[in-house]
């Protein structure tokens, strides 16, 4: 039998995990740890990285910590550069950071679909290309994307759009990467309330939605940031050494219920509204 209880365990397996002070991004470097992992973290909240460092490190707990913008190049460079001089390698990388907010695509001027594209998309084939090299047959990159890859992402239009790409970048390079003994997957959350989120959604239904995300996902609960970092573990262990370009939804169901629904109150222009009276 090719598996047992050890082939879950990432033991000596070192890890770098982008946008680590929160949410999914801290909740993976925290199981990536526990399941035995070495992890070199990054955030560009300090305060946050400073909580997430003081939770996750100790003296059997090695970690490395450091405050960047992933959008930041050199800065990136240096931080990859200072993981493989002290470890001499990368097993598992996990592209979690990025960040949208509300504006529909007509209000969204060219600065903004700018920064969209660079913290959702650009540094992640940056990071990509950083990191491959230094990365052994048996590695993993796991990117984080989002349910707006797979469904309609009104008010978020750019940001869908390029979740969508890393979904298919995901893809392309599970299979140039692949006979580097390289796998490559992905990972679309939903239904996992972070700070971030709650910050967008408020944003969204004070200026002007006409549509907003369904609310409670058929599961009939909200995930928890630790249920998206099972899967990425899950990901980068040997259990899954023969998963390689998927995506692994986490949500509830989210995504096979369709997602969003009309508000009430906000019909199409000419037509009767379908709401009872």
Known sequence: MPYDPSSILLTHRVAIVTGAGQGIGRATAELLVGFGATVAVCDKNSDLLDDAAVELGGDDRPLMA???DVRDTPAVDRFVTEVVDVHGRVDV???NAGGTFFAP?????EKGEDTLVL???TQVTRLVRRVVPHMPAGASIVNLTSIEAHQAAPGFAVYGAMKAAVAHLTRTLALELAPRGIRVNAVAPDAIPTGGDRDVRA?????????EPAVMPPAGSFGTGSDAAAVVVFLASDLARFVTGTTVHVDGGAWAAGGWRRLAG???AGRPSLDPP
């Open 66 to 68: 450091r405050h960047l």
């Open 93 to 95: 990388l996990v592209n």
């Open 105 to 109: 695509f007509m209000d969204l001027n």
């Open 119 to 121: 913290e959702n998309f």
């Open 203 to 211: 944003e969204m239904l004070t200026g002007g939605a006409d549509y």
């Open 266 to 268: 906000h019909e199409t």
